[in-house]
């Protein structure tokens, strides 16, 4: 990947870093939108998407709620879009696009925990500014706001950088090796996708009993149908 | 009391300044005010229509209160910014307010967790991976998908700066309504039944655009697929809150990833 590429992904990656939290949470952040868009701008729209997909249905199991610690999804995407979509894709789509979703998921991981520290550092502004914030200062208000947000900017373009880089240096022969049984592992993916994403549903309904049985028997019907069992 | 209070609408300008800003209202969210210091950041137009104007006393006392401790959905945070700037521009004594403050937290909070992140994000996200399952483009369920959440999203942010401002210290009223009760379970239900038809179609059409070349039928890896999904899932429902399935597939592939690049 080209240096000018690299830096693309992560100007995209930022945005969709900053998005998981501090603005505009428009959602440009979830997997199937983030990796989408990271595979356009590689040249590879279907790639990403295929990716982010795959990524969507392992992100539905934790939402971004309150205080909790989860990872982030946004630069995470981005990444693994690119991977997914990246020059050394057009020998080896099916090596590159798990590539692409086991970097994701560990950049979703590591972001989890910058964004952590960033809170953390976050607050440790606030504090310093309580004089001030006390004493009504909208400068100061407006200054934490506008830190916080480039700080967070930073963070995501940084770690979707890291992520994509250190994945463009696999060689093409592990990716080739990869592709040999790849049907193998696109298919355990495919199905740690569904289990996460369907277990999400079923614990979402929870107040919706009836619905959980519909669920289950348009699972039933559905599933036959795209095995091929019925027509 | 200043121009703007009691029964005025908000000017639109100064509407969409607070919307705006809104949309950045956890931009420094940390483990100590959370979003305190973004519910001063969203109400500061208005604040400084109080009288003295910006700089003056009543704006920097307004200030300070606003920018303590805060916690609330950030979508439903509209409806605190609406209400407390209200309060403020009718000059509420300041122990009535920081006491209103402190009662929105908790229902802003659970109703939004609620309604957004447990009900409207995961039914749209599965719709947007139904379109994917039937064959969409890339750009067909982007549009979708940011389509419909958003609709919702800036619709819910919108009514609640409005109603916020309207009701005052009576908000509560606006969050009693049986369509912010009901809704979470309507979605809750619309989630499961559209996952229903839109994980095995999503599964299929991640193994056949994948790549790979497949030895056999696909039909018979999405199969294989699909039940090893649901056994797994039965597993982390029952596993529910000792085990999180990301990271189980995370340890998964990243072990027969690295056996099947490296050996």
Redesign the interface.
């Known amino acids: 990947m080209s240096g000018d590429a690299l830096l693309w992904i992560a100007l995209l990656g930022g945005i969709a870093g900053m998005d998981v939290?501090?603005?505009?949470?428009?959602?440009?952040s979830?997997p199937?939108?983030a990796a989408?868009?990271a595979?356009?701008l590689g040249g590879n729209?279907?790639a990403?998407?295929?990716a982010?997909?795959?990524l969507?249905?392992?992100?539905?199991?934790?939402?971004?709620?309150?205080?909790s610690r989860y990872?982030e999804w946004g630069s995470a995407a981005v990444a693994g879009g690119a991977v997914a979509a990246s020059p050394a894709?057009h020998a080896?789509?099916?090596?590159a696009?798990?590539?692409g979703?086991?970097t994701a998921?560990?950049t979703?991981?590591a972001g989890g925990w910058t964004m952590h520290g960033l809170?953390?550092?976050?607050?440790v502004?606030?504090?310093r500014a309580r004089p001030r914030?006390?004493?009504?200062?909208?400068r100061y208000?407006?200054a934490?706001?506008?830190?916080?947000?480039g700080f967070?900017f930073s963070r995501a373009a940084i770690v979707t950088l890291a992520a994509t880089g250190a994945a463009s240096l696999?060689p093409p022969a592990?990716?080739a090796?990869?592709?040999?049984?790849?049907?193998l592992?696109?298919?355990?993916?495919?199905?740690?996708?569904?289990?996460?994403?369907?277990?999400?549903?079923?614990?979402?309904?929870?107040?919706?009993p009836?619905?959980?049985w519909?669920?289950?028997?348009?699972?039933a019907a559905?599933?036959a149908?795209?095995?091929?069992?019925l027509p | 009391m200043s121009g703007y209070s009691v029964r005025r609408p908000l000017p639109l300008g100064l509407r969409l300044s607070m919307l705006l800003r809104l949309l950045a209202v956890q931009g420094s969210w940390n483990y100590e005010t959370m979003l305190g210091n973004g519910i001063a950041f969203a109400m500061e137009p208005a604040l400084r229509t109080l009288p003295g104007g910006r700089g003056g006393e009543a704006y920097r006392a307004a200030m300070a209160r606003q920018a303590r401790y805060f916690n609330a959905h950030p979508y439903l945070a509209s409806f605190a910014v609406g209400a407390l700037a209200r309060a403020e521009l009718d000059a509420v004594p300041a122990t009535q307010i920081e006491r209103f403050r402190a009662a929105l937290c908790g229902p802003l909070g659970s109703i939004g967790d609620r309604l957004i992140w447990a009900g409207w994000l995961p039914c749209c996200a599965m719709l947007a991976l139904l379109a994917f399952g039937l064959g969409a483009s890339g750009g067909v369920v982007a549009l979708l998908f940011l389509g419909t959440y958003n609709a919702g999203h800036i619709v819910l942010r919108t009514w609640g700066l409005n109603a916020g401002w309207r009701q005052g210290l009576q908000v509560a009223a606006a969050l009693g309504r049986p369509l912010l009760r009901d809704l979470p379970q309507w979605l809750a239900a619309a989630t499961a039944v559209t996952a229903a038809v839109a994980l095995p179609l999503s599964v299929r059409r991640v193994i056949e655009m994948s790549g790979a070349t497949v030895p056999s039928a696909a039909g018979t890896l999405v199969g294989a697929a699909l039940v090893i999904g649901v056994l797994l899932g039965i597993a982390l429902v029952r596993l529910q809150g000792r085990i999180e399935g990301w990271k189980v597939a995370f340890g998964v592939l990243l072990f027969v990833v690295l056996y099947s690049g490296l050996r």
């Open positions: 939290v501090t603005f505009p949470q428009m959602m440009i979830r199937i939108i989408t868009a595979g356009a729209a279907l990403g998407l295929i982010g997909a795959a969507e249905m392992l992100a539905m199991e934790l939402l971004p709620v309150g205080a990872p894709a080896a789509p099916a090596g696009l798990l590539l979703i086991v998921l560990a979703a991981w809170r953390r550092l976050n607050g502004w606030s504090v914030l006390d004493a009504g200062d909208a208000v407006a934490l706001q506008w830190r916080g947000l967070d696999v592990a990716l090796r990869l592709s040999g049984h790849a049907w592992l696109v298919t355990l993916a495919a199905a740690l996708g569904a289990a996460v994403a369907g277990s999400s549903a079923w614990r979402f309904a929870a107040g919706a009836r619905a959980r519909v669920a289950a028997a348009l699972f559905a599933g149908v795209a095995a091929g069992v």
